[in-house]
């Protein structure tokens, strides 16, 4: 066998690591092994929009698939009683424990049974791993006893006198909560292998940063963003206009904990602003969504906040939307077109009442110029935005972990939309100068988000950060995909029809076979496996409207995570789940609090879809992981082989 210099180098890298016949043939053995193991299960939610406690309870039970353990270890031999018992304890170990302490008479026969269940669970979901993957998912204090109590052992002839003597030792040392613990959150690591989130993490619900906090945690994520994930990254890179955005909607929904408390940003400047600027301006038509109970004074600053950021936002928009002409947002410039004596605004050669123009920082004469008190109230939140140590910790996560789009185990993923014309074609845009659309146009676009956060240059910084707001709302935004964002129209026009939002022609192509295979080979995919999986728009199943479309080929998983949805969709979302045995849609049913769960072992209602199945078990070998250790293995057979023939010498 020839070899060249590349060759030669990149073998004698890799004799580093294994410098003699025997350990380049003990990998190859092992990493064979690997790829005969049934393929990981992955996990996929889109549209959290701050849900933490149904995100975080979706997450502990993976849609289902703990409980589905549970059936299957256990079958008829434990009550539903007894399984919802073992499901909840797996879920919220600590929570459960305290009450089991306080009502059990009998606690130690209760830690042996409940430990030799989890042993049990344990070993089921260990199954699907090599024991070095297992090992080292393993927590450190008990590594070498789960791996004991998890482990065939030939050698012993009478194995459950060994485990249950084991288990005693536990129970007798006082260390059978935390052990009963680390089982717990053990079983819940090894039921989901990887963990897809297809965008907006953010706003509507009161915890984004808990669920930010969450992920950060987990084992192994990755993450599509969406437009409300883009909007709070342009935010913390000190995008004016982003910034407004942000808070305008958290100030709408009632989620201001989330900005002051969550990232510790202070809002006390724009409290200050709003009380003097709007001190005896009417706020009526700014509605927050704060419940009844709160003071009518907290109530009224509320609604004098919104309208400030609102205002702002408008402001900011139009400086944006006329430094920018390509982004051809002209329609969007609104403030100008207001009629300030007769109370009405003409858009599109058509005049409307409004509700509300009160506005005492708009100079009709120059409306998008900021008034020196909105200059320095900008200044000052730019300041905090940048300098919230948790707010960037999370978004350099969302660009480490992110990305428009990804292409995993035959599937395209993406939160919102490839932008089309009306004839199925891809929709361009000209950015620089250059036309971009496809594929294409996502790369181009995600350059550019990733030079508004890290860019040195300050032009590039700016640039890069303007195009990332008009990922938020512009028309070709693959993660909008609407003509328009009518923010000002539902706020200030009655007439309803201004209100509409004209969606991407994608929409009327997802049922399309030609379409959907079409935007599937632009992203290198072919085959019957290969699916897209989206997020963005609610599937409104109380109308009767379909997650699975093109025969499957399509799946959309926002079902209403956010409770600002339920109301349309009839549910609380969609989720995925993708093993070795085929896909499966789970519908869920509202979420009522994490202590309802805990005190009434109640879980989350589902109905399950199975979308596709497979007549043999996907292994390792048919994933995107088993194509990587297919090479590893040839580039190990070609040091084999140099070792025998010489070329290399074992060390």
């Known amino acids: 066998m020839k070899y060249d210099e590349k060759d030669l180098a990149l073998l004698k890298l890799l004799s580093r690591e294994f410098p003699t016949i025997a350990s380049a043939s003990t990998e190859i053995i092992n990493l064979q092994s690997i790829m005969n193991l049934p393929k990981g299960t992955e996990h996929f939610l889109t549209d959290i929009h701050g849900e933490y406690e149904q995100f975080n309870h979706v997450l502990k039970n993976g849609s289902g698939s703990v409980r589905r353990k549970i059936d299957e270890e256990f079958g008829n031999t434990l009550s539903k009683k007894d399984k919802k018992s073992l499901a909840t304890l797996i879920y919220y170990p600590n929570e459960k424990l305290d009450i089991v302490r306080q009502e059990e008479e009998n606690i130690e026969d209760w830690y042996k049974i409940t430990l030799h269940r989890l042993v049990q669970m344990t070993k089921r979901v260990a199954s699907k791993y090599t024991r070095s993957k297992v090992r080292k998912a393993l927590p450190s204090d008990f590594a070498y006893v789960i791996e004991e109590l998890i482990t065939e052992k030939e050698e012993v002839q009478d194995k459950e006198l060994y485990y249950t003597a084991i288990i005693e030792t536990i129970i007798e040392t006082g260390r059978a909560p935390d052990f009963i613990i680390a089982l717990s959150n053990l079983v819940q690591r090894l039921v989901i292998d990887h963990l897809h989130v297809l965008g907006d993490i953010f706003d509507r619900g009161p915890g984004p940063q808990v669920i930010m906090d969450t992920l950060m945690k987990y084992h192994s994520v990755d993450i599509q963003w969406g437009n409300h994930d883009v909007i709070w990254m342009s935010a913390a890179a000190g995008h004016w206009a982003s910034i407004a955005t942000v808070l305008r909607m958290s100030i709408r929904y009632a989620n201001l904990d989330a900005v002051e408390e969550g990232y510790g940003i202070n809002l006390v400047p724009l409290v200050s602003f709003a009380m003097n600027a709007y001190q005896d301006v009417d706020c009526s038509h700014f509605k927050v969504n704060i419940s009844k109970d709160h003071h009518p004074a907290e109530y009224e600053l509320s609604t004098r ?156 910084r700016v640039k890069g950060q303007d195009y990332t707001w008009y990922l938020w709302t512009g028309p070709d935004s693959p993660v909008f995909g609407k003509d328009k964002m009518a923010t000002f129209e539902r706020y200030l026009i009655e007439d309803e029809e201004t209100h509409k939002e004209k969606k991407n022609p994608y929409y009327g192509f997802r049922d399309d076979k030609k379409i959907v295979e079409k935007i599937l080979a632009e992203f290198g995919l072919t085959g019957d496996e290969s699916h897209i999986i989206n997020g963005h728009v609610p599937v409104e199943r109380k109308r009767g409207q379909s997650p699975i479309m093109c025969d499957g080929k399509l799946l959309i998983i926002d079902g209403g995570f956010s409770k600002a949805y339920q109301s349309k969709t009839g549910i609380a979302g969609y989720t995925l789940v993708s093993n070795s045995r085929g896909l499966r849609l789970v519908a869920h049913e509202p979420f009522e609090s994490t202590w309802e769960a805990i005190l009434n072992e109640t879980d989350i209602a589902e109905d399950d879809m199975v979308v596709e199945q497979h007549l043999n078990r996907l292994r390792v070998a048919d994933t995107d992981t088993g194509r990587e250790i297919r090479s590893q293995i040839d580039q190990l057979m070609k040091l084999l082989k140099a070792y025998e023939e010489g070329v290399l010498v074992e060390k």
Not at 345 to 362: H, N, Q, R, S
Not at 417 to 443: A, Q, T
């Open 305 to 460: 906040m919104h309208k400030a950021m609102f205002i702002l936002q408008q402001k900011l928009e139009g400086q944006l939307i006329l430094k920018h002409p390509e982004f051809k947002m002209e329609g969007r410039l609104l403030l100008d077109k207001i009629d300030f004596d007769n109370k009405t605004i003409t858009m599109e050669g058509k005049t409307y009442p409004l509700k509300d123009c009160d506005f005492p920082t708009v100079n009709p004469e120059r409306p998008y110029e900021l008034t020196e008190g909105e200059f320095l109230l900008m200044k000052r939140l730019d300041h905090a935005f940048r300098h919230s140590e948790k707010l960037q910790r999370h978004v350099r996560f969302l660009h480490v972990k992110g990305s428009l789009y990804k292409v995993y185990n035959s599937n395209l993923l993406y939160h919102g939309c490839v932008p089309m014309n009306e004839d199925g074609s891809f929709r361009s845009m000209i950015i620089d100068s250059e036309e971009y659309c496809g594929k294409d146009l996502y790369d181009t676009l995600e350059t550019y988000v990733r030079r508004g956060y890290f860019s040195k240059d300050a032009h590039e």
